[in-house]
């Protein structure tokens, strides 16, 4: 005796929270006969929602349903969709904002390191210029005899 069913893709969300499919039943004792189970299933530990279907009346219901809220999901998701992207846009504005300013840093940095480069290169000038001045200082004391 066969188990398996097969699972259509309309979906309608059960009370427990998680969708419940419609199904075909592919039993020997039940061939070809429609049902509703919960897609989570008992096997999980969620809910055990399982109902068959006496009709094709009730299968076009449960498929209207499903559409019915897919429609209202789309709706709130269009609802929600110019706020969110009116936050998107400023969020790539800050981003844009920072970028530049990163920009600015990396300038300000690059500078202040060619300022110390200059800086060191004076103070390296300024020791050899003291050193050679102590060499003449020592070499007129030498001369001078003082």
């Known amino acids: 005796m066969s188990q398996s069913s097969q699972t259509s893709k309309s979906s309608y969300i059960y009370r427990c929270g998680n ?5 075909t ?3 020997d004792r039940n061939p070809a006969r429609k ?3 919960c897609a989570v299933g008992k096997d999980h530990g969620r809910c055990s929602y399982f109902k068959w279907i006496s009709s094709d009346f009730e299968v076009s219901k449960f498929q209207g349903i499903s559409k019915f809220e897919m429609f209202e999901r789309l709706r709130d998701s269009e609802e929600n969709r110019d706020p969110l992207m009116t936050l998107y846009r ?3 504005h ?3 904002h920072l970028k530049g300013l ?4 990396e300038i300000e940095k690059d500078q202040l390191k060619h300022k110390l480069a200059m800086a060191e290169e004076k103070e ?3 020791k050899f210029m003291v050193y050679d001045l102590l060499l003449v200082l020592a070499f007129w004391k030498g ?3 003082v």
């Open 19 to 23: 969708p419940a499919v419609l199904k």
């Open 90 to 92: 400023e969020s790539e």
């Open 102 to 105: 990163m920009k600015d840093v």
């Open 124 to 126: 390296k000038g300024m």
């Open 25 to 27: 039943s592919r039993t």
């Open 35 to 37: 049902l509703y189970n």
């Open 143 to 145: 001369v001078m005899g």
């Open 94 to 96: 800050k981003i844009d």
